[in-house]
Structure formats: C-alpha cells, structure tokens
C-alpha cells in the first residue's frame, strides 16, 4: 500500500497551540488548525499530477487570497496550461520572507491505495492523501496563516511562491524566477516547505550538467 500522511501530533503540539492561540487573540484572529485541515482537504481533492493543467488549484488559491485581500499574480507556461503563483503580504519593499512550495504531486497509477488518494481522509492523527505531505500540506498553512499574516503590523513582507512541476524537474521555478526578476523588491529569506521531520535543512546536494561539441572526424584509436 502506497500511504502518504500528515501527522497532527508532535512532542511540542500543546505548547505551539497554546503560543499559536494566544497570537491569534491577540490579534483578533481565529485558531487555524481547522481551517488548515479544510484548506488541506481542498487542495487535495485537486489531480495536480505533474504535467496536467493546474487551473482548477491555482484558481482555488488565487480566489483565497483574493478574499482575504491579497492580490496574486500568475505566470504560465507556454501552452498557458500551467502557472505558478506569487503574492505579497505587508509592504513591497527589500526583504521580508518567502514561502515556497510547489502545487504539483507524483502520479498514483499502479500503487494499491485504500482510499480515494485525491480525497482526505482522516485515521485518528494523521490525514491521507497524496500530496498531504509533499507538499500541500505546506501550501494550507501557509494560506491558513494568511489572515493572520494580514492582521498583523508587517515591518517587512511576507511572499507566498508556489511553483508547478517541481516533481518532475522544477519546471516551473526558472519561470516564477523570471516573473519575479521584474518585481521592484527582492526577498532576503527563503523558506521551502519541504517534509524534513521538523528539522532545519540549510541546504541540498545539487547538479550541474555540461555539455561538449567535438568538430573533428570519427575515426577509431588504433588507426587515427
């Protein structure tokens, strides 16, 4: 069975809810656990298979943010098929920090699900669904923290970026990059979602791919 989860317990769960709770009354804001596991179970229920169409998922959180006064912007693909999404909290100016993620999930063919994977389901702590993990369930609390983001007196901006097609080789990242290069300000701190069993993960093993052309005649070593 393939099993992708989000667990909703951890050792240091009533303390941050207690810390997350008093924030939110003191700034006139409800408590988000709720709302993220409903934020959750929308952008599941989305196939954001990589390569597909996004529209039916960015137009959900584009329509979020709008609702709670946040203006996002698209950039697309080249078909015009798949988009990333950018938006910004507090004012626009140099620094602040960016949360990123990606909208795109792996495909679930040939893997013996239990339940429907495109449907939250709940089993106790832990909320199934492909994608709970890697990595909507990032995307919701980010869009649940959105109102709080709102109701609090920014010094510095809070970005949302979250790019398609990470899975399958990060297409969408050079274009959101692009859109961004256009933008009068530039974040100072990058966070990326990414699963990492609530540990800081200050960096990853990368690529870099070279490619040589020889102008010359084929022939064999031994008789040149």
Same mark, same amino acid.
């Given at each position: 069975m393939n099993v992708q989860f989000i667990t909703l317990r951890n050792p240091r769960s009533h303390e941050l809810l207690a810390t997350a709770t008093e924030f939110h009354r003191r700034v006139g804001v409800p408590g988000t656990l709720d709302n993220t596991i409903e934020?959750?179970?929308?952008?599941?229920?989305?196939?954001?298979v990589s390569g597909k169409p996004t529209h039916g998922i960015v137009g959900y959180i584009k329509d979020y943010l709008a609702a709670h006064g946040v203006k996002a912007s698209l950039s697309f693909?080249?078909?015009?098929? *798949?988009?990333? @999404?950018?938006?910004?909290?507090? +004012?626009?100016?140099d620094g602040g920090v960016l949360l990123n993620g990606h909208t795109d999930v792996v495909p679930v063919e040939g893997q013996q699900w239990r339940t429907d994977p495109f449907t939250l389901v709940r089993k106790g702590d832990r909320l199934h669904g492909r994608g709970s993990v890697d990595m909507k369930g990032f995307l919701a609390c980010v869009l649940a923290s959105v109102p709080v983001f709102r109701a609090a007196k920014l010094n510095r901006p809070v970005h949302i970026a979250f790019s398609y097609?990470?899975?399958?080789?990060?297409?969408?990242?050079?274009?959101?990059?692009?859109?961004?290069?256009?933008?009068?300000? *530039?974040?100072? @701190?990058?966070?990326?979602?990414? +699963?990492?069993?609530?540990k800081i993960v200050t960096g990853h093993k990368g690529g870099f791919e070279m490619r040589t052309e020889i102008t010359g005649h084929e022939v064999h070593s031994c008789d040149p």
């Open positions: 934020i959750l179970e929308r952008l599941v229920g989305f196939d954001s693909d080249e078909a015009g098929e *798949r988009a990333n @999404v950018f938006a910004t909290i507090g +004012p626009e100016i097609d990470e899975e399958t080789g990060g297409y969408g990242m050079p274009v959101l990059l692009e859109s961004m290069a256009g933008k009068r300000f *530039r974040p100072e @701190v990058v966070i990326v979602g990414e +699963p990492t069993d609530m």
